[in-house]
């Protein structure tokens, strides 16, 4: 079983819907969690951190269940730029960063 | 604003030849490492180093050597490369608190994309 797994989609989704990935762990020690987005051929940038049950950020949210060791992030109001795909990260100790495969949005006009 | 910068942006190599990526940043983050990132793979940990003189593997080290001699450059040598090797290479940075919570983001290159034919 992979440490960090997420479905790779794609999710399509029409303008100004709602979508939500969730992304699972699986080493219950994993302490602090991140989404970044990865636009096609480029290098992924951070869009939310995730230290506690959860952050909010405009139209998106991300929450953190450690009971049942997943994080969601939730994009509200989709936007055209919103295509992209998403990375879940977590992170164990200082070195032990593991990424998920990524989750493909794309958003429909 | 440089953060992370990464040469070449491109490469192609032929079976056997040597090369080294080049990874530098201007943010003093104590913590380096290098990615590559295949279809459905995902990004996977190559190498990577908490401070100068330090580095230690990753994932998937075999055929790659790195050195940290300063704390802005990490550079990612492939010894002699095969095709298994073609990827897009990430380096990326970032830095610990000394406080709660601990684990800062990770700023990431622009990346290099390798052909080895």
């Known amino acids: 079983r992979k440490e960090v797994e997420q479905d790779p989609g794609p999710f399509n989704v029409p303008e100004g819907a709602t979508v939500a990935f969730n992304c699972t762990y699986s080493?219950?020690?994993?302490?602090?969690f991140f989404w970044y987005r990865q636009d096609c051929r480029k290098e992924p940038k951070l869009l939310m951190s995730v230290y506690s049950s959860g952050n909010e950020d405009g139209r998106f949210t991300a929450q953190l269940n450690r009971a049942s060791q997943y994080i969601s992030l939730l994009i509200r109001d989709s936007k055209l730029s919103d295509s992209a795909t998403y990375l879940c990260v977590a992170v164990r100790g200082y070195q032990k960063v593991t990424f998920g495969i990524g989750t493909k949005l794309q958003v429909i006009p | 604003n440089a953060g992370v910068t990464q040469t070449p942006k491109f490469q192609v190599l032929k079976t056997g030849q040597s090369m080294t990526l080049q990874c530098a940043q201007d943010m003093n983050h104590e913590y380096m490492s290098w990615y590559r990132q295949d279809p459905g793979m995902g990004l996977r940990l190559i190498h990577y180093s908490v401070g100068a003189g330090i580095t230690d593997q990753g994932e998937v080290p075999n055929g790659y050597n790195v050195s940290r001699s300063t704390t802005e450059d990490f550079p990612l040598r492939l010894l002699s490369a095969a095709p298994s090797q073609t990827s897009v290479y990430f380096c990326a940075s970032r830095q610990r608190r000394r406080e709660p919570p601990f684990d800062t983001e990770a700023f990431f290159g622009q990346g290099t994309r390798l052909t080895v034919v």
């Open positions: 080493n219950s020690a994993s302490q602090s």
